[in-house]
């Protein structure tokens, strides 16, 4: 929806399109450098490079900027693990909680699991 609505204001949208590495020039304000591009690889197409006044590296968890940069720091308290899944044979709850999430924690809630959109079966 986003992307679509994005589209309908204009913006030029690549899929399959992977951002390699990103361009980074000396900032004479800050003692980081300043991205000002990136080196996109398209499918089937060879790599280029695209200059821009303002990169946003909305890599989520690749945190591909941060990471090049050597900035990106953990948080002690997020250090978990995640696992999901698809599973066949289930059902919605009915009504309005048909989308609900539902989190069964273990015992002493170090750990919860959460199904979103269905409920399994055991
Ligand atoms: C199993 C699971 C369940 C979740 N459930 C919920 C929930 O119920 N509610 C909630 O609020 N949040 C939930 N989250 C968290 C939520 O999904 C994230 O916080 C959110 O998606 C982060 O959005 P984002 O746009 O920053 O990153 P993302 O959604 O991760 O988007 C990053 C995009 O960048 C693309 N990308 C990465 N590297 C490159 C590259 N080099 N070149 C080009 N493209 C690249 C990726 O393909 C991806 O499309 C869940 C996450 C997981 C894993």
């Not at 929806?1 to 304000?29: K, Y």
Request: proline content about 5%.
């Amino acid at each position: 929806m986003m992307l679509d609505n994005a589209a309908e204001h204009g913006v030029e949208i690549w899929q399959e399109a992977n951002v390699t590495d990103v361009i980074l020039e000396p900032s004479p304000h800050d003692s980081l450098p300043r991205a000002t591009g990136v080196i996109v690889s398209r499918k089937g197409e060879p790599s280029q490079k695209i200059s821009a006044r303002v990169v946003i590296d909305a890599t989520g968890t690749t945190a591909l900027l941060s990471k090049k940069l050597g900035i990106r720091k953990a948080d002690p308290m997020l250090r978990k693990a995640s696992i999901f899944a698809h599973y066949r044979g289930a059902r919605r709850d009915p009504g309005k909680n048909a989308g609900a999430t539902l989190v069964v924690s273990t015992n002493n809630y170090d750990g919860w699991f959460g199904t979103s959109l269905c409920r399994m079966i055991s």
